[in-house]
């Protein structure tokens, strides 16, 4: 019975447990859908559909060269009026892209801000195959033709699935963390400058772990094997440090 049901499950890979138990009742041998399930998960085999392709980490991972990220988040300014920013992501290198700053987020400006963005990514545009992005209504019909017109693929996240869409969510908490829950954002001009200066800093000094510890924009360097002297440099105010060598 367990060869049976690994040979069902391993010659129809879109089969689930109830549908293999199913199959053997018909051919006379009724065995109980849980029974399937637990030969299934202690041959190590996962239930259908996934079975049936890679996981979403799993494509993540093996596409990882040709995706981008786009994702919206808010910032509360001290005269108590909500920002909203863009911001977009290079999978494969975490290299971010500041795509803008309004008050006023529309289809419109989410659609130019997508225009600046492939301007921005010049000669590199037909690197990527798909963009990830959430449902957000601001994402409108016209914001994913400009992709299309790349032949970029766009791809929908599911409904309040932030993991889904990881990498963006994990940078847009570590600004928060290490930079807007740290500072008083004033007005639209003062967060502009402010988001520009930590965009520099996360591609062209601060480590990634997905990434040996190079920056996006930055590998690293040859090891050292004197006592050359390291000076802290301080970004906006302090907030943020930044170490170098002093030859």
């Excluded at 998960?41 to 980490?57: E, F, L, N, Y």
Aim: hydrophobic share 45%; proline share 6%; net charge positive.
């Amino acid at each position: 019975m367990r060869e049976l049901v690994l040979r069902m499950a391993a010659e129809n890979p879109h089969w689930g447990y109830r549908r293999i138990a199913g199959e053997l009742t018909g051919l006379g041998r009724p065995v109980g859908a849980s029974t399937v399930w637990a030969i299934l998960k202690k041959a190590g085999i996962d239930p259908a559909p996934r079975r049936s392709g890679p996981t979403w980490p799993q494509f993540l991972r093996s596409q990882a060269s040709g995706i981008l990220a786009v994702d919206f988040f808010h910032v509360d300014t001290v005269l108590l009026r909500r920002l909203y920013c863009m911001v977009a992501m290079e999978i494969s290198t975490r290299r971010v892209h500041l795509m803008g700053v309004t008050a006023h987020p529309t289809g419109n400006w989410a659609v130019q801000q997508a225009r600046d963005l492939l301007m921005a990514l010049d000669d590199r545009v037909d690197r990527f195959r798909f963009l990830i992005r959430d449902r957000d209504a601001k994402f409108t019909d016209a914001f994913d033709a400009v992709f299309t017109s790349e032949a970029i693929q766009v791809l929908l996240t599911p409904v309040r699935a932030p993991r889904a869409n990881a990498y963006i969510e994990r940078w847009i908490g570590g600004c928060r963390r290490e930079l807007l829950d740290r500072t008083l954002i004033i007005n639209e001009r003062h967060l502009r400058s402010v988001l520009a200066a930590y965009e520099t800093h996360f591609n062209t000094h601060r480590p990634h772990r997905a990434l040996r510890q190079a920056a996006p924009l930055r590998p690293l360097p040859d090891p050292v094997h004197s006592d050359a002297k390291v000076i802290r440099r301080d970004l906006l105010g302090g907030v943020i440090h930044e170490y170098t060598q002093v030859a």
